[in-house]
């Protein structure tokens, strides 16, 4: 199976992102695509008002997925946010959303478990957690979600994997900072390899390329998205700009990993 990610750089111009989404949907369509995966907060980039730009637009940003996946008869999957109200709390706070649209419209939405509250960043403030997996299936391939700093956590993938999932995507806004780059290529390597599925890992373009003196700390984007196999292989792996990466996926690699390499039938208590 052919699949595409689209390392955009996305901003708070919401309009201007939409956009965005249509050029490199149809752009991964023409290179055969059969499922194009975009990062985490494709919608509108961290910062300001979430729950203002989700009450706003995310009605508007679903409809433009969901039509995309529909005219080109393939899967899209991106990055949001959806406005809670909490009844025993006065803040309003978002959910990390990763929606899914397949080829007839049909909508899986992924809340984002694991929040970023690290790094001096306290993701929890704003943002309301999930609970549960969801997989979608293209072309017969299960292929669970994640959101960024989910892939630490290698239990969400090891159940993904007990689920049947033969990939995985991670959609991120990767902080940089030092070290960062190579903890999300270690990470998302190791998730492959412990887990016996593909990693597809889909993080924002890096805003420093258009702006040394931005604060690459901040959950904007580092570049690197990359698709690793079963055993651990890098298929392809972008640099720090926008691109579309185009990698096509052997899934008897799932099989054959679990056969000489069966991490996840030998782990004991869970673990």
Not at 129 to 142: H, N, Q, R, W, Y
Not at 169 to 183: D, L, R, T
Request: negative net charge; glycine residues 8%.
């Amino acid at each position: 199976m052919k699949i595409a990610l689209c390392q955009i750089q996305s901003t708070k111009d919401i309009s201007a992102n939409l956009r965005l989404l249509r050029e490199y949907t149809e752009a991964a369509v023409s290179k055969g695509a059969r499922l194009v995966v975009f990062p985490e907060a494709s919608m509108v980039s961290f910062g300001g008002s979430l729950y203002d730009d989700a009450a706003q637009h995310e009605l508007s940003f679903r409809q433009t997925l969901g039509n995309l996946a529909r005219e080109h008869c393939v899967t899209v999957v991106a990055g949001g946010f959806a406005p809670v109200q909490l009844s025993d709390e006065w803040n309003l706070r978002v959910h990390n959303n990763l929606y899914a649209f397949d080829q007839n419209g049909v909508e899986t939405v992924y809340t984002k478990v694991h929040l970023y509250d690290a790094f001096g960043v306290k993701e929890s403030d704003g943002v309301k957690a999930g609970k549960e997996l969801k997989l979608i299936t293209v072309d017969g391939v299960k292929i669970g979600l994640a959101i960024c700093y989910d892939v630490r956590f290698p239990k969400l993938f090891a159940d993904y994997s007990r689920a049947g999932a033969q990939a995985t995507i991670v959609s991120a806004s990767w902080a940089g900072g030092e070290g960062k780059v190579e903890q999300w290529q270690i990470l998302t390597s190791a998730r492959a390899l412990d887990s016996n599925m593909f990693i597809l890992a889909a993080d924002q373009a890096s805003p420093a390329v258009s702006d040394p003196r931005v604060d690459i700390t901040q959950p904007l984007g580092v570049g690197y998205s990359r698709v690793v196999s079963p055993f651990g292989r890098t298929l392809v792996q972008a640099g720090e700009a926008p691109e579309v990466l185009i990698a096509e996926l052997d899934v008897g690699e799932v099989a054959q990993a679990k056969k000489t390499l069966p991490v996840v039938e030998h782990a004991k208590l869970g673990y």
